[in-house]
């Protein structure tokens, strides 16, 4: 890969692609080139990276088959730990979890999981940098993103990561789904930023 020559396909300058960014859950069944995930790989390392570490590493699955074994497999395990999280005052829905033609993965035929060497105590923090690189410029090159959270302990059992390929020592960090986006999606209000202080 040549980290010089990352394209600019659409080319919005940053801020337009921080506001244009948004969850993407419904995604037309053309696959993102491998050119185009190249590229996405490409940014998500140009993220920050405490001293330099670099300790991300990169799954992807772009088989229709494993998607949906993964996502059935995901399913229970997250709705176990919902429930257990609303036993302790969380109120979180997740009924549709349980239906059977519910997929965690939103119809989207490509998964990239972003894996971290476990090197420092800042290696989460740079592979979700490294995911806001990577979903920042899907945005850019017309691909929608959804970070799967619900996926991730599941992506993190021993043997399932040994089917992925994932080497023991790594743990998965940030799944996120990417492709071609269906249909237009309405941006998630914000609240104002809370500014807790501001010492002048
Ligand atoms: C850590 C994290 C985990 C998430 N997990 C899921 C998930 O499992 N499934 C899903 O559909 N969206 C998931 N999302 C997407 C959020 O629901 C979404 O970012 C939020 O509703 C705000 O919408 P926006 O990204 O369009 O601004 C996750 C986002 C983050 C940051």
Not at 66 to 82: G, H, N, V, W, Y
Not at 131 to 141: G, K, P, R, S
Not at 171 to 185: H, K
Request: hydrophobic share 45%; aromatic share 6%.
């Amino acid at each position: 890969m040549h980290l010089q020559t990352i394209e600019k396909p659409h080319g919005k300058n940053v801020f337009e692609a921080i506001l244009a960014r948004r969850t993407v859950r419904a995604f037309s069944p053309d696959k993102p080139s491998r050119h185009a995930i190249q590229t996405l790989l490409e940014a998500a390392v140009r993220a920050p990276t405490a001293m330099q570490e670099e300790p991300w590493a990169f799954v992807v699955v772009q088989n229709k088959q494993t998607l949906k074994q993964l996502s059935d497999r995901a399913k229970p395990i997250f709705i176990e730990e919902m429930r257990h999280r609303n036993a302790q005052g969380v109120r979180h829905s997740f009924e549709h979890f349980a239906r059977n033609d519910f997929d965690m993965f939103h119809g989207a035929n490509t998964l990239l999981i972003i894996c971290a060497k476990p090197l420092s105590p800042f290696v989460v923090a740079d592979c979700w940098l490294a995911a806001e690189n990577l979903m920042l410029a899907a945005c850019d090159m017309g691909l929608g993103s959804c970070v799967i959270g619900s996926a991730v302990s599941v992506l993190n059992i021993h043997m399932v990561k040994t089917e992925l390929g994932i080497p023991a020592e790594y743990s998965v960090i940030a799944p996120i789904v990417v492709g071609v986006p269906l249909e237009e999606t309405v941006a998630t209000p914000r609240k104002e930023p809370l500014v807790l202080s501001w010492k002048q």
